[in-house]
């Protein structure tokens, strides 16, 4: 198949700029890039958006929305050492790509963005379930993104897209599809990488819900959800004890046998758990 654009093969780019990749920044780098234009097809119609791209590393997904159309790419990489490679990649879409050289953890991107926008990114594990995190729970909802259209390791993407009754069921499920819509786009194995990492990876993608799915307080549910999963094989009666007094009325007002375990309580049932205790 042919190359999506112009610029040189990124094997070439990382030989040209010498972009050995580094553990510390978790650099495993997509080369193929009609797979970086198939991840951005992920992310939806790039037309008439921004999309917010973190570590873009030496350009491969970030070549890959430019060339799906997006209408503009805010990029934050960590790596000075790729600035060049990035520089050549602004000049082949005059306009469209601005990079900023950081921490993504440390950069408000909003100044740089008009909506809508979309996010995108390959980024090491620990830094995009940091981010994400932050992404799901802004003060005020809806937040500043439409879509996130992240890779993770395959066994983090299994526990935001998981279901009660499974082990993958925790908080990061029900933080992911309390206020998006949350799926596996794309599973990836270690070759698909250089280097190749130790295991699988997946693209999920993930949609912004204009409202939460159930109504209830973002801080209770949080409070709750974390105290039922921290003691995951504990009757919920016992696990949630500290929460709140009365915890076991609680729970049967919500819906939920109080000798049930955190694992095969629903996102519903949680959300109503939330509701009686703000009401109480
Ligand atoms: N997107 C490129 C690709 O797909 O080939 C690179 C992916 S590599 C897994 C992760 C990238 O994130 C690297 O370029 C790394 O330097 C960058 N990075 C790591 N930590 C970062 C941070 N805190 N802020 C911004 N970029 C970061």
Redesign the pocket.
Known sequence: MSAIDTLPPLREVIATHQLSA?KS???????DLNL?AKIARQAGDLTGCDVL??????????RGLLSEGARKVLA????TR?MPALQEIAEAYPGRLEVIN????EIDPLDHLTPPVRIA????YN?GTELLVRWLTPPDWPPFWQSLTL?FQREVAERIVAQPGSKAYGRLAILSQWRADARIALSLPPGA?TPPPKVSSAVVHLTVLPEPRFPADAAILSRVVAAAFNQRRKMLRAALKGVTPGIEDHLIAAGIKPTERAEQVSLEAFCALAREIENA
């Open positions: 580094r920044l978790g650099q495993n780098f997509l080369l970086t791209e973190i570590g873009p590393g030496p350009g491969g997904l970030t934050l990489e960590k790596d790729c950081g921490d993504a953890l990114a390959n980024l090491p830094v890779m990488f």
